[in-house]
């Protein structure tokens, strides 16, 4: 059974950085690109970043250069560090395979960015 567990949301100001983590249980962690995904109020939920097995990376354009994913098989774990944020990043992130697994989505952390 796969759980996916998000942490490290809050409330920054415009400008501001914070880094999300993904603790993945399971036994898909090591052998799946792993993605970082967001749903802001009203909008479908997108992928924003994710990483292959081997360290290739993608991002959606929104986000280049100020978002950086990275990925401890070791822990099981995949980071989002969020750099220069701006209110229109404001939304729950998920993390989850690429291509997602539906029933592999977690609870998200909420990302709020407001002066």
């Known amino acids: 059974q796969v759980q996916l567990v998000e942490s490290g949301g809050g409330l920054v100001q415009p400008g501001g950085s914070l880094r999300l983590s993904c603790a993945a249980s399971?036994?898909?962690?090591?052998?799946?690109?792993m993605g970082w995904y967001r749903q802001a109020p009203e909008l479908q939920r997108q992928l924003v970043a994710r990483i292959s097995t081997g360290g290739s990376t993608y991002y959606t354009d929104s986000v280049k250069g100020r978002f950086t994913i990275s990925r401890d098989n070791g822990k099981n774990t995949v980071y989002l560090q969020m750099n220069s944020l701006k209110p229109e990043d404001t939304a729950v992130y998920y993390c989850?395979?690429?291509?997602?697994?539906?029933?592999?989505w977690g609870q998200g952390t909420q990302v709020t960015v407001s002066s």
């Open positions: 399971g036994s898909i962690f090591s052998i799946r690109t």
């Open positions: 989850n395979t690429y291509p997602l697994v539906p029933s592999y």
